[in-house]
């Protein structure tokens, strides 16, 4: 059972483009459609951007976009903008024998 | 409104077992599709899931901690208890229930605020 690889930090200035990669295994996210993304804001508990890969949640951004492609995922934000700045997990579902939930270790995004 | 909110001790002596509460509102853990999970994460580190209860009291537990950790329900009074044998110092942590919104396991929202659990003796 291991973490997903996240990088550690990514950076963009407002309004561009910035794409965060979860990457795994057969076993997790390249085997199941199962993969979902959180924010967290410093001190504050994660909140869900994205699920089932690239579904989004009522009241949040269509700026906030996922996708798949073999056994990475990833979160791409548009129009960066100040408030986006936070940390970022992925979560996968995971099964062999049995099934379970693996997170991603983190990015830390900054909004330059 | 889906709401949910962590309870327990702040502080542990190593050896000892935790036993934390989650304690909601907003939805009945009667209903179909419906769980709680616990994901726990230690200062400055990453989420780490931890256990998962559904409404047909299907569990599901963290391989790595499986033999540690216990989650039941009180579907009457809205609650969902998880209890982690043997504390140590590392599992100082935030632990946070949160609400599954289907059965994919994955999508959690939304979360409490979180509890901070400090093991030291």
């Known amino acids: 059972q291991s973490a997903l690889t996240q990088p550690r930090s990514v950076s963009g200035s407002p309004g561009q483009s910035v794409t965060i990669s979860c990457t795994g295994t057969s076993s997790d996210v390249g085997g199941y459609n199962y993969v979902s993304w959180y924010q967290q804001h410093p001190g504050k508990a994660p909140k869900l951007m994205i699920y089932d890969v690239s579904k989004r949640p009522s009241g949040v951004p269509d700026r906030f976009s996922g996708s798949k492609s073999g056994n990475t995922a990833s979160l791409t934000i548009s129009g960066l903008q100040a408030e986006d700045e936070a940390d970022y997990y992925c979560c996968s579902y995971a099964g062999s024998y049995t099934s379970y939930v693996v997170f991603g270790g983190g990015t830390k995004l900054t909004v330059l | ?73 009180d579907t009457s009074k809205n609650q969902v208890v998880l209890t982690m044998t043997n504390m140590d110092p590392v599992d100082t942590a935030t632990y946070y229930c949160a609400h599954i919104r289907d059965t994919a396991m994955v999508n959690y929202d939304p979360w409490g605020q979180g509890t901070l659990v400090t093991v030291s003796s």
Do not use: M
């Open chain 2, 1 to 73: 409104q889906i709401t949910l909110k962590e309870s327990g001790p702040t502080l542990v002596k190593p050896t000892q077992t935790l036993t934390l509460t989650c304690t909601f509102s907003g939805f009945s853990l009667s209903t179909s599709g419906v769980g709680v999970g616990w994901i726990r994460q230690p200062p400055g580190k990453a989420l780490e899931w931890l256990a998962l209860i559904y409404w047909n009291d299907d569990k599901r537990y963290s391989p790595s901690l499986k033999s540690r950790l216990t989650i039941t329900k």
